[in-house]
Nanobody, 123 residues
Framework: VQLQASGGGLVQAGGSLRLSCTNSRRTSSDNAVGWFRQAPGKEREFVAAISWRGDSKNYADSVKGRFTISRDSAKNTVYLQMNSLKPEDTASYYC?????????????????WGQGTQVTVSS
């Protein structure tokens, strides 16, 4: 597994960004994939996760109704569409592959991590 996250940038409050997480090494696993974020001085927190088939999703309360996670299995890519962005969404965003197929919300439930992509939301 080799994860590549991209799509971060600088956006004004109320704007949108779409993050992508691609596994460049195709695998036959059915593991869930999640997004986490970490702001300076804060702990890494769960954002969203999706099952391999895409039929099970979970979101942090802080992003429900604004963020949408999806995946394109043919492209080995998971997306995080972020709308109505707020300054408090500013953080480095990380994607990760879970230990198993379950959609989990805790960091220790994930085995492989990509590098972060920075999202900055200005007020």
């Amino acid at each position: 597994v080799q994860l590549q996250a991209s799509g971060g940038g600088l956006v004004q409050a109320g704007g949108s960004l779409r993050l992508s997480c691609t596994n460049s090494r195709r695998t036959s696993s059915d593991n869930a994939v999640g997004w986490f974020r970490q702001a300076p001085g804060k702990e890494r927190e769960f954002v969203a996760a999706i099952s391999w088939r895409g039929d099970s999703k979970n979101y942090a309360d802080s992003v429900k109704g604004r963020f949408t996670i999806s995946r394109d299995s043919a492209k080995n890519t998971v997306y995080l569409q972020m709308n109505s962005l707020k300054p408090e969404d500013t953080a480095s965003y990380y994607c990760a592959v879970a230990l198993g197929s379950a959609v989990v919300t805790i960091a220790r439930g994930y085995r492989y991590w990509g590098q972060g992509t920075q999202v900055t939301v200005s007020s």
